[in-house]
């Protein structure tokens, strides 16, 4: 079993939508949280952080974390075409000072007009 | 702020032929610093990672090694290259947990 487990999509929505990206996790001590959105060919670029459970919000985008469930998820309000990527899930338990982060595999969303 | 410069974008080397790829940090000082490779259609692999100047720890065994000179910056290299060496390479530095990617290199190797 892997680690962190996303499904690949691809994920095809109509502009507007709400979309719901998630990962789950088997390792109970992860406790930081990342979502990273990458285009194609570009580096990922850092969308949300979250430390241990909760929600946060920033824009169209709302990261959750259930720890007991060992389930994260992304949701993007009001989907743009502009949205269309692949999303990465990324967490660490912060045992180390290195940084080091467990990646899902990545979800490919397309925001079609 | 911080930036970090990676180059080049795309490279296409024949089998057997030596790599180096660069990357700098500006903006910060004692970063640490990171490797990964992407495959088509795979997650990230996490290839070396560097806590400090000539301190280089590799997590995957393979054709490819790393060094790290100066504070902010880290290199890349292989001595012959293999088809399996072929993806998309991306340098990254970390602070507070948080990890930030350059924009990567497509390397093909032919």
């Known amino acids: 079993q892997k680690e962190v487990e996303q499904d690949p999509g691809p994920l095809s929505v109509p502009e507007g939508a709400i979309v719901s990206l998630n990962c789950t996790y088997s390792?109970?001590?992860?406790?930081?949280f990342m979502w990273y959105r990458q285009y194609s060919r570009k580096g990922p670029e850092l969308l949300m952080y979250?430390?241990?459970?909760g929600n946060k919000e920033d824009g169209r985008f709302t990261a959750q974390v259930d720890k007991s469930s060992k389930y994260i998820s992304l949701f993007i309000r009001d989907s743009q075409p502009s949205d269309s990527a692949t999303y990465l899930c990324?967490?660490?338990?912060?045992?180390?000072?290195?940084?080091?982060?467990?990646f899902g595999q990545g979800t490919t969303l397309q925001v079609k007009p | 702020s911080q930036t970090i410069h990676q180059w080049p974008a795309t490279l296409v080397q024949p089998v057997g032929s030596p790599l180096s790829l660069e990357c700098t940090v500006e903006g910060t000082s004692n970063p640490n610093l990171y490797w990964y490779r992407q495959a088509a259609g795979r997650g990230l692999q996490l290839l070396f990672y560097s806590v400090g100047i000539g301190q280089i720890s590799s997590e995957v065994p393979q054709n490819l090694s790393a060094s790290r000179p100066q504070d902010r910056q880290f290199i890349l290299s292989s001595k012959k290259l293999l088809l399996s060496d072929s993806g998309f390479y991306l340098c990254?530095?970390?602070?507070?947990?948080?990890?930030?990617f350059g924009s990567g290199t497509q390397l093909s190797v032919l």
């Open positions: 990254a530095w970390s602070v507070t947990k948080k990890l930030f």
């Open positions: 390792n109970s001590a992860f406790q930081y």
């Open positions: 990324a967490m660490s338990d912060g045992s180390s000072n290195t940084g080091k982060l467990i």
């Open positions: 979250t430390y241990s459970s």
